[in-house]
């Protein structure tokens, strides 16, 4: 695999899992790790993580 096409790869991961978390804050899903209930501002973190890394990515793709 060439480093392209990782990037690629790796910058749809993380677009994905920024939608992922960005609709679970949007509708309210709940999510229980065992006994312990994960709140809404955990997932909204994790689309800033997610996007900031997507972004990076999609800059490191432009510049090849």
């Known amino acids: 695999m060439t480093i392209k096409a990782y990037l690629i ?3 749809f991961i ?3 899992v920024a939608v992922a978390h960005l609709i ?3 509708l309210g899903w ?3 790790l065992g ?8 997932s909204l973190l994790a689309v800033l993580v997610s996007v900031s890394l ?11």
């Open 9 to 11: 790869v790796s910058t």
């Open 14 to 16: 993380f677009a994905l």
């Open 24 to 26: 679970r804050f949007t």
């Open 30 to 32: 709940p999510v229980v």
């Open 35 to 42: 006994m312990t209930s994960v709140p809404l501002w955990v």
């Open 54 to 64: 997507a972004i990076w990515g999609l800059s490191l793709v432009l510049r090849i």
